[in-house]
Nanobody, 124 residues
């Protein structure tokens, strides 16, 4: 049974930082590209960041570029999202996702497995 479990969310003031973790089990972690998405209240789920199987390639949404960093530890079956200089518009439920496709993808439909999500709230 594949499981993706996010942790590290919470509430923070604008300008602060949080580090999200996503621990996976039931899949060969190093065989999957990993993504982070987010969904704000009343909005569609949107792409945040992606990282390749080896960690050598990353890709970011323009809205988070320069502030967020995605990384992974294949030995721990875990992907991370370091979020700095947080803004109120970063408030959302954050989801990690795994894709077995050959290239980095940014679409919801390209993901094969999803976590249950974790809340991040940024106050002004």
């Amino acid at each position: 049974q594949v499981q993706l479990v996010e942790s590290g969310g919470g509430s923070v003031q604008a300008g602060g930082s949080l580090r999200l973790s996503c621990k996976t089990s039931g899949l060969t972690f190093s065989s999957y590209n990993m993504d982070w998405f987010r969904q704000a209240p009343g909005k569609e789920r949107e792409f945040v960041a992606a990282i390749s199987r080896s960690g050598g390639d990353t890709y970011y949404a323009d809205s988070v570029k320069g502030r967020f960093t995605i990384s992974r530890e294949n030995a721990k079956n875990t992907v991370y999202l370091q979020m700095n200089s947080l803004k109120p518009e970063d408030t959302a439920v954050y989801y990690c996702a795994a894709s077995g496709r050959g290239y980095l993808h940014t679409s919801v439909g390209a993901m094969g497995f999803w976590g249950t999500g974790i809340e991040v709230t940024v106050s002004s």
